[in-house]
């Protein structure tokens, strides 16, 4: 499925980081590739779609502890690899384009020296569940890879990530039936920015918090809005509002039965679970269910 494309390079003048940071409504990079195929937890691409189109700013997270030690992990994380691998990295100097598309561009990590490849470094914690160690990484991580191979037209992408003590290198291959499916979804995503007409909502934290950010305040002048379009939505909440209802009713039950059992006592269990029900701080019980299996891994 491969198709012809003509990445071209631009050489960047100062800080690269900064050139980054005051166009990037004006394209698409790497690191939004994640939230326009739905693959990023963070940010959704309803959000991403109000950043591109100034609705609302993106949140500054250059001082947030990971971002910061992301940033300044980068070199050590490129020396590691290098270490680990025996290949050698330099940083790029370029931002890379696609001839077709003028909304792409890529900013990359570094280059491998003497390969027509690339390197992105990743730090991140131990509360990241990704099994590294069998080979997994993050999905929004991949489409950064690819979307880095087509912009630059390489066929390979490491991928080295730096976890707490431990460090994982990753070898990514160009997958063009992914890129072909990307591009089109990149593309689909760039027409919503240009003509102004928002992508579709999803349900996830960040589109909420971006339509509250949004629609701050109400307006008691405005007309009544006609919801027919959306009857479907409605009856939906309704029976699901219906369902919490009755599944609320149904757990208080369940644990006023323990509760009932355990009395003034703080502590009970059975083969798979642990039942606290302790006075607090403030003088309250709370009530706790803990699977041994659970509590097993979080030692």
Known sequence: MASKYHPYRVKITGDSSEAVKKDRDK?????????????????SAFTLWSEKCGLITPEDIDDKESIW???NLEA???ERFTMKTGMKVKRSGYS???EEYSWARAHIDRLIIGKKAGLECKSTSAFNKTKYEDGEIPPAHFAQCQFYMWCTGFKVWYLATKQDNKFYVHEIERNDEFIH??????????EHVESGIPPEVD??????ETLSELYPESNPDTEIIDLDSVTDELDAISAIQA????LKALKGKYQNIIKSLLGEAERGENDKYIVTWK????????????????????E
């Open 279 to 298: 006075t607090n701080a403030r003088g309250s019980r709370v009530f706790k269910i803990i699977e041994k299996k659970e509590k097993k891994e979080n």
């Open 203 to 208: 349900g996830s934290e960040s589109t909420t």
């Open 96 to 98: 890379y384009h696609v």
């Open 76 to 78: 050590l994380i490129a």
């Open 69 to 71: 030690w992301g940033r």
């Open 181 to 190: 499916d990307m591009i089109g979804k990149c593309v689909e995503f760039w």
């Open 243 to 246: 369902q919490e209802s009755d």
């Open 27 to 43: 394209f698409v990079g790497g690191s939004d590739v994640g939230s326009i195929l739905g693959l990023n937890p963070w940010k």
